[in-house]
């Protein structure tokens, strides 16, 4: 696991050393960590196979000069965008190895334009990141795309600019359909609300949580969570989701201790009311394993709304140690609970079988050729 804990002490030493808003730096950490998980092999957990065999199947479609709707069996619900990606990708490789790199070069391409677009305390809310959101753009890089591109629109939340918004939105449900749950936002008015009615939002979301609905919705949204295993991921995680029901407790614990110091902007009360949001959605989906997904384009808030509550004027002066420790907590906790799917850390620029501890590879692996010669597909 050393490999994964070095990303987190560079973070760290950034966090100790960088300035706030300087993006030459916030570039080179985020090339580093895109390039360390781009070139990782098969890390993750099965979702990279997935991914791999789409695409190499896409890829030979393409070279075999098939029909090119013969692809479109691929294709989840309206997720066409991710779809066009690959037939993208494939003019100039068929290496799947080369297409998980640029897609992650992609992911933190939009990861990166929201942060200099956004965010006021680049070091702060790297640590923040490594920590709610790091690990996820390893295995679920779809569903990353999509998150990536909900949170260029977020500008046009308190813009009020409705036709740019949901354009956006719209093109990140091509990616994943769980982006549109975020086209809600929208309708959210832009105000602070009374800690008292944030509280029966919260405790309505939890009410709920234990009634049919939440299975419903996952069902019928059928690939919402995953590659069209709505019903699985029904079924999967079923019980009391402790750790969803901290989270939710931290953010409101670290916004309600700084409430009044909160201001009125639109802007920074459009983030505050995007984290209250997805702590709506985790209490409301906190019976499923694959629950929390449906909350990843909101995590955009905590990015904002952590740093700036250890920032303003007059916060309480354990708000930011307080936000690293939770966050290195979180980084800690998915290392070791992932270990087997990530250790030993590997790229694909050596042959041999890929990271983990082979379970996946043996259940999984489509092509045994990629052991061999990683590039044996050019």
């Known amino acids: 696991m050393i490999p994964y804990l070095i990303v987190f002490v560079i973070a760290f030493i950034y966090f100790l050393t960088g300035r706030r808003k300087s993006n030459v730096p916030l570039l080179i950490f985020f090339l580093y960590v895109a390039l360390f998980v781009g070139l990782g092999d098969m890390i993750g957990g099965y979702d990279r196979y997935i991914y791999g065999e789409e695409f190499d199947t896409i890829a030979d479609a393409i070279r075999n000069q098939q029909a090119l709707s013969s692809t479109l069996m691929f294709v989840q619900g309206s997720e066409y965008g991710y779809w066009l990606w690959n037939l993208l990708i494939a003019q100039f490789t068929a290496n799947r190895y080369i297409f998980i790199l640029l897609t992650t070069l992609l992911i933190y391409t939009l990861f990166y334009r929201a942060f200099v677009k956004y965010l006021e305390d680049y070091p702060l809310t790297v640590i923040v990141f490594m920590g709610f959101v790091y690990y996820f753009s390893m295995t679920y890089l779809r569903q990353m795309i999509a998150v990536g591109i909900c949170w260029q629109a977020v500008q046009y939340l308190w813009k009020r600019k409705p036709l740019p918004f949901f354009i956006i939105i719209l093109i990140a449900t091509t990616f994943h359909s769980s982006a549109l749950l975020f086209a809600g936002m929208y309708f959210v008015p832009i105000r602070k609300y009374p800690k008292s009615l944030v509280l029966i939002a919260l405790a309505a979301a939890l009410l709920l949580s234990v009634t049919p609905l939440p299975n419903m919705l996952i069902s019928q949204g059928g690939d919402v969570t995953g590659k069209g295993e709505g019903h699985e991921y029904e079924n999967e995680g079923q019980g009391f989701r402790i750790d969803y029901v901290l989270e939710v407790l931290f953010f409101l614990f ?87 799917l990530n250790a ?33 597909r050019k």
């Open 254 to 340: 670290i916004y309600f201790s700084n409430y009044n110091r909160i201001d009125l902007s639109k802007r920074t009360l459009t983030f505050l009311n995007i984290n209250l949001v997805q702590c709506v959605v985790l209490l409301f989906f906190m019976r499923f394993g694959q629950g929390g997904r449906f909350a990843w384009p909101f995590a955009i808030g905590a990015l904002y709304m952590l740093p700036y509550c250890s920032n303003c004027r007059g916060a309480q002066t354990w708000t930011k140690p307080l936000t690293v420790i939770v966050s290195a907590l979180l980084f800690l906790r998915i290392s070791y609970a992932w270990e087997g």
């Open 344 to 376: 030993p850390y590997k790229t694909f620029l050596s042959n041999g079988e890929p990271a983990g501890d082979g379970l996946i590879y043996q259940k999984y692996e489509y092509d045994h050729n990629y052991t061999y010669d990683k590039f044996y």
